[in-house]
């Protein structure tokens, strides 16, 4: 089995910033990337960005330009630095271990997601 453990979370005002955590543990060899995704209320869950084992990055349309994903491999941890946040950024966030082929992430297990919430 595998273990997500999400954090980071929280309300901020718009321009600020967050920095996202999914620590992973249990049988993870098998993937080979690691992934954000995100679910606004009353819209459907969408790709933030996603990392390879060996360090490539993969950003989509909402990700790219304001937001960075790294790991730690020896951690077994990802993380999603958020800056210049907008109100429409406001969704659960999910980390998600899978696999990739190309610019293609097929996710394989689900967080529990951590709300962030962007908001005077």
């Known amino acids: ?24 543990s249990g049988s993870i060899s098998s993937f080979t990337a690691m992934g954000w995704y995100r679910q606004a209320p009353g819209k459907e869950r ?16 909402s990700g ?12 077994n941890t990802v993380y999603l630095q958020m800056k210049s946040l907008k109100p429409e ?4 966030y999910y980390c998600t271990p899978g696999t990739y082929s ?3 992430y097929y996710p ?7 709300q962030v919430t962007v908001s005077s």
Do not use: H, M
Not at 1 to 24: K, N, T, Y
Not at 48 to 59: D, E, K, M, Q
Not at 108 to 114: E, I, L, P, S, V
């Open 108 to 114: 394989a297990k689900w967080g529990q997601g951590t």
């Open 1 to 24: 089995q595998v273990q997500l453990v999400e954090s980071g979370g929280g309300l901020v005002q718009p321009g600020g910033s967050l920095r996202l955590s999914c620590a992973a």
């Open 89 to 92: 950024d406001t969704a659960v």
């Open 64 to 75: 790219e330009g304001r937001f960075t994903i790294s790991r730690d491999n020896a951690q």
């Open 102 to 104: 190309g610019r293609t």
């Open 46 to 61: 969408e790709l933030v960005a996603w990392i390879s084992n060996r360090g490539s990055t993969f950003y989509s349309d």
